[in-house]
């Protein structure tokens, strides 16, 4: 069965300490991972795509990479405007229909 | 600005009674898409649409109903028949062919 899971479930950190996100996937053809940020009480927007085993995306303060099993979501030196919920999707094989992940809600203190 | 509209942003329903939520979008995409988000769950699908005229049900799509009469809008009708309709709706688009997909910012339904 096709599957995203995202751990942890909430991250706390104080401003400059970086960490990662998890995103686990099992999706038959990969096509594609996507990593969303979404604002409370706003739809997601999008940050990156990653289609294969070793690419790398970055965005500023994040960067995206992508193994065949995993995604991580890096986030170095974070800012209390980096708070936000992550989510991560794939498309199952043959469809663009997309299956989300329940999501990362971090958190950064100054 | 080219992007997705949903509206309203907010909307109250009474028991019983069926609404309709609205999405436009002038991005020129082909596939179109609604996602029901409840708190500690992933975004469900309720129903895609890959072309004008055509639509597919998603995982939930028990009590709702949609239209695709043009390519620019998909409004979700949530009907009496759902048993648990208060959520936060997010309308998506995305090109045929590619799953990356864009959305609104959401409508949350409560049902008073």
């Known amino acids: 069965e096709d599957q995203v899971t995202q751990s942890p479930e909430a991250l706390r950190l104080q401003e400059g300490e970086s960490s990662s996100l998890n995103c686990s996937y099992t999706?038959?053809?990969?096509?594609?991972l996507f990593w969303y940020r979404q604002d409370p009480g706003k739809g997601p927007e999008f940050l990156f795509t990653l289609y294969s085993a070793g690419e790398e995306k970055e965005k500023e303060r994040l960067k995206a990479t992508l193994t065949k099993k995993e995604s991580f979501l890096h986030i170095t030196a974070p800012k209390p405007e980096d708070s936000a919920t992550y989510l991560c999707a794939v498309p199952p094989y043959n469809t663009d229909k997309l299956i989300f992940g329940t999501g990362t809600r971090l958190q950064v203190f100054p | 600005d080219g992007g997705i509209t949903q509206s309203p942003k907010y909307l109250f329903r009474k028991e019983g009674q069926n609404v309709t939520l609205s999405c436009e979008q002038n991005?020129?995409?082909?596939?179109m898409y609604w996602y029901r988000q409840d708190p500690g769950q992933g975004l469900r699908l309720i129903y895609y649409s890959q072309i004008v005229n055509d639509f597919q049900k998603g995982d939930i799509a028990e009590g709702y109903s949609v239209s695709r009469e043009k390519k620019e809008s998909f409004p979700l009708t949530v009907t009496s028949a759902q048993k648990n309709p208060t959520a936060f709706y997010l309308c998506a688009s995305s090109i045929q062919g590619k799953a990356e997909a864009f959305f609104g910012q959401g409508t949350r339904l409560t049902v008073v």
């Open positions: 991005l020129n995409h082909d596939a």
């Open positions: 999706v038959s053809g990969l096509r594609g």
